[in-house]
Nanobody, 124 residues
């Protein structure tokens, strides 16, 4: 159906930047909305950023002004540009999508899909 693969995580010093990518593949008919979540050790998974099919974006208060979500529709890829990183941004970042897939004869969905996650570690 639909697969999500994140990349771009790593270790960075506080104040630094990283760009995460989420490549969407499979029989995608329409991406209704895409999300980035993060999960810090021992904590719940929290929504960080959203981008809808019409390009509208939204952010958690903790990352507003520092993170930017964007999409390259031609490449079916969503990005999360992270700047002014803080140690509290550390966690596993997950890509999530509400997507409709093509069965070969008709669209089906939308369904919700998750990527495998990518680790971001911000050192102080």
């Amino acid at each position: 159906q639909v697969q999500l693969v994140e990349s771009g995580g790593g270790l960075v010093q506080a104040g630094g930047s990283l760009r995460l990518s989420c490549a969407v593949s499979g029989s995608v008919f329409r991406l209704n909305a895409m999300y980035w979540y993060r999960q810090a050790p021992g904590k719940q998974r929290d929504l960080v950023a959203t981008i809808t099919g019409d390009g509208s974006t939204d952010y958690a208060d903790s990352v507003k002004g520092r993170f930017t979500i964007s999409a390259d529709n031609a490449k079916n890829t969503v990005y999360l540009q992270m700047g002014s990183l803080k140690p509290e941004d550390t966690g596993v970042y997950y890509c999530n999508a509400d997507a409709t897939y093509w069965t070969g004869s008709s669209p089906r969905g939308p369904y919700n899909y998750w990527g495998q996650g990518t680790q971001v570690t911000v050192s102080s």
